[in-house]
């Protein structure tokens, strides 16, 4: 039988990802239910081949690209554990920068109402909903499958969300919000990224948006005052190379205050507006 320590080291080796140590322990992690800190005083532990057949298994998978999340069925996002399906977009650490400038604009013993566009697993929603208790939070997607990810996801963090079925703000009628969130489709159709590592695997409609990638950022910015109560925020993620043209169409728009939050690589990721009163 094979140790933990020399069977981690051998996976590592054969996975081409950008965290190749991190990939073995989560799918080893997986097999064992263990997570990665039990590894550090287990390291000389043998498998049984049982064990091994199965990470192996697993470990082919990952060779061949399959995403992390798909291969274990879930990823951590916030302090939140969410279930992940091909039916929706990976939640990224780098989406927790817009969750953070979300909760920064929940006002302390007021009941805000906020909205999350295109909430694929729910993540954002829910992790305001678990920091922003006071608020009244609804997650909208198109897609029928991803909100059936996301509800699964609310009663597995016991956290409360409306979610509705709806194409951006089409099913919500006169509903009006004091925040609006979205990390939308923004990469470029046909960019050659679509077709590398873990976007590969994740549904086209959550990723890709015009010959710009900004087609759905405009609809969402040009149709948001009919939903904005006065003074309401926007808070949209993007590209790392698309801040200035986002800054221009919040301006466009009549946004106030409008500026864009870098992420922890000093790149552009989130970008902030405010009405006045609704245009």
Same mark, same amino acid.
């Given at each position: 039988?094979?140790?933990?320590?020399?069977?981690?080291?051998? @996976?590592?080796?054969?996975?081409?990802?950008?965290?190749?140590?991190? %990939?073995?322990?989560?799918?080893?992690? !997986?097999?064992?239910?263990?997570?990665?800190?039990?590894?550090?005083?287990?390291?000389?532990?043998?498998?049984?081949?049982?064990?091994?057949?199965?990470?192996?298994?697993?470990?082919?998978?990952? $060779?061949s690209?399959?995403?992390?999340? /798909? $291969?274990?069925? *879930?990823?951590?996002? #916030?302090t939140?554990?969410?279930?992940?399906?091909?039916?929706?977009?990976?939640?990224r650490?780098?989406?927790?920068?817009?969750?953070?400038m979300?909760? *920064?604009? &929940?006002?302390?013993?007021?009941?805000?109402?906020?909205?999350?566009?295109?909430?694929?697993?729910?993540?954002?929603?829910?992790?305001?909903? *678990?920091? &922003?208790?006071?608020?009244?939070?609804? @997650?909208?997607?198109?897609?029928?499958?991803?909100?059936?990810?996301?509800?699964?996801?609310?009663?597995?963090?016991?956290?409360?969300?409306?979610?509705?079925?709806?194409?951006? !703000?089409?099913?919500?009628?006169?509903?009006?919000?004091?925040?609006?969130?979205?990390?939308p489709?923004?990469?470029a159709?046909?960019?050659? /990224?679509?077709?590398?590592?873990?976007?590969? !695997?994740?549904?086209?409609?959550?990723? @890709?948006?015009?010959?710009?990638?900004? %087609?759905? $950022?405009?609809?969402?910015?040009?149709?948001?005052?009919?939903?904005?109560?006065?003074?309401?925020?926007?808070i949209?993620? /993007?590209g790392? %190379?698309?801040?200035e @043209?986002?800054?221009?169409?919040?301006?466009?728009?009549?946004?106030?205050?409008?500026?864009?939050?870098? =992420?922890?690589?000093?790149? =552009?990721?989130?970008?902030?507006?405010? #009405?006045?009163?609704?245009?």
């Open positions: 039988m094979t140790t933990i320590s020399a069977l981690l080291r051998e @996976a590592s080796l054969q996975l081409e990802s950008e965290t190749p140590k991190r %990939d073995a322990e989560l799918l080893l992690g !997986f097999v064992l239910k263990k997570n990665s800190a039990w590894f550090l005083a287990h390291g000389d532990d043998q498998l049984s081949k049982a064990s091994q057949d199965e990470f192996q298994k697993l470990l082919l998978r990952r $060779i690209g399959e995403p992390i999340a /798909h $291969i274990v069925g *879930s990823r951590g996002f #916030w939140l554990d969410l279930a992940v399906t091909a039916d929706t977009l990976i939640p650490p780098e989406t927790e920068l817009l969750v953070e979300a909760i *920064s604009k &929940c006002q302390a013993g007021k009941k805000m109402r906020v909205l999350d566009l295109g909430t694929g697993t729910g993540a954002i929603a829910l992790a305001i909903a *678990s920091e &922003c208790k006071n608020s009244e939070v609804i @997650a909208v997607d198109k897609s029928g499958n991803a909100l059936q990810v996301a509800r699964e996801n609310a009663r597995r963090n016991n956290l409360q969300v409306e979610f509705i079925q709806s194409d951006w !703000f089409t099913s919500l009628e006169n509903r009006k919000f004091d925040l609006i969130v979205s990390n489709p923004y990469i159709n046909g960019d050659p /990224h679509l077709l590398q590592g873990d976007l590969r !695997f994740e549904p086209i409609t959550a990723l @890709a948006s015009g010959m710009d990638g900004l %087609d759905d $950022i405009r609809l969402i910015i040009s149709q948001a005052p009919q939903y904005a109560s006065p003074n309401a925020w926007l949209i993620e /993007h790392f %190379d698309q801040g @043209a986002i800054r221009g169409l919040f301006s466009e728009a009549g946004l106030m205050g409008v500026e864009t939050v870098r =992420d922890l690589e000093r790149r =552009d990721r989130v970008t902030i507006g405010q #009405w006045p009163q609704i245009p």
